[in-house]
């Protein structure tokens, strides 16, 4: 299993410019989210998924949006990018909701700089 | 809102030495916690999880314990090696999780 995959590893955009961070999974896992991780901050949930073709807002939405029209993929988009989405983006995957016994499991981050 | 706290930021020991990481917490409605390890520039990787039911978990030489009742995780790790700095996060579940912002840890030889 290669687990939870992303890509790019690292992107730099303008502001204004419009991109999509890739994130897969082959563990069959029903439950996908996606963080962002800023100095000082730590990590924050921006979407997740319950499964195929359900997403919800996690605590810092604004500026992404997503979609999951399979069980093994879960892209970020943003529309227009801004400085302030200057950040590291973590993919992680699990079996069940937070709030079950589950482990989430992390992809190795995309690393996003926006000038 | 959930605000999760790990106190230190920071911190050095010489290699050898037992040490104990903190996590509090704000509100005790949690369904588990759990502890991760961060290399820089790297994912985040499982350590324990701790369901809201139980006081402990071992893993080798990572020993986590809960006290939901006071908002209170700690993280315990004996006979520390060069291998075992990075940063540790901890992370608690309600209806999402909720990370603290880590202590970075720095085993010197």
């Known amino acids: 299993n290669a687990g939870v995959t992303q890509t790019p590893k690292f992107q730099v955009l303008k502001t204004g410019q419009s991109m999509t961070l890739q994130c897969a999974q082959d563990?069959?896992?029903?439950?996908m989210s996606w963080y962002r991780q800023d100095p000082g901050m730590g990590l924050r949930l921006i979407h997740y998924?319950?499964?195929?073709?359900?997403?919800d807002q996690g605590e810092v939405p604004n500026g992404y949006n997503v979609s999951r029209s399979t069980t093994e993929d879960f892209p970020l988009r943003l529309l227009s990018a801004a400085p302030s989405q200057t950040s590291v983006y973590f993919c992680?995957?699990?079996?069940?909701?937070?709030?079950?016994?589950?482990?989430?499991?992390f992809g190795p981050g995309t690393r996003l700089l926006v000038l | 809102k959930q605000e999760v706290t790990q106190i230190p930021a920071a911190l050095s020991v010489p290699e050898g030495e037992n040490l104990v990481l903190n996590c509090s917490f704000t509100?005790?409605?949690?369904?588990?916690l759990q502890w991760f390890r961060q290399d820089p520039g790297k994912g985040l990787t499982s350590l324990l999880l701790?369901?809201?039911?139980?006081r402990e978990q071992t893993s080798g030489r990572l020993n986590a314990s809960l006290d939901k009742s006071s908002g209170r995780s700690t993280l315990y790790i004996a006979a520390s090696q060069p291998g075992d700095s990075a940063t540790y996060l901890c992370?608690?579940?309600?209806?999402?999780?909720?990370f603290g912002t880590g202590t970075s840890l720095t085993v010197i030889p």
């Open positions: 992370a608690v579940s309600g209806n999402q999780f909720y």
């Open positions: 701790i369901q809201s039911s139980q």
């Open positions: 992680a995957s699990s079996t069940g909701l937070a709030g079950v016994q589950e482990t989430q499991y």
């Open positions: 563990m069959n896992h029903e439950y």
């Open positions: 509100d005790s409605a949690i369904y588990n």
């Open positions: 998924s319950v499964g195929a073709g359900i997403t």
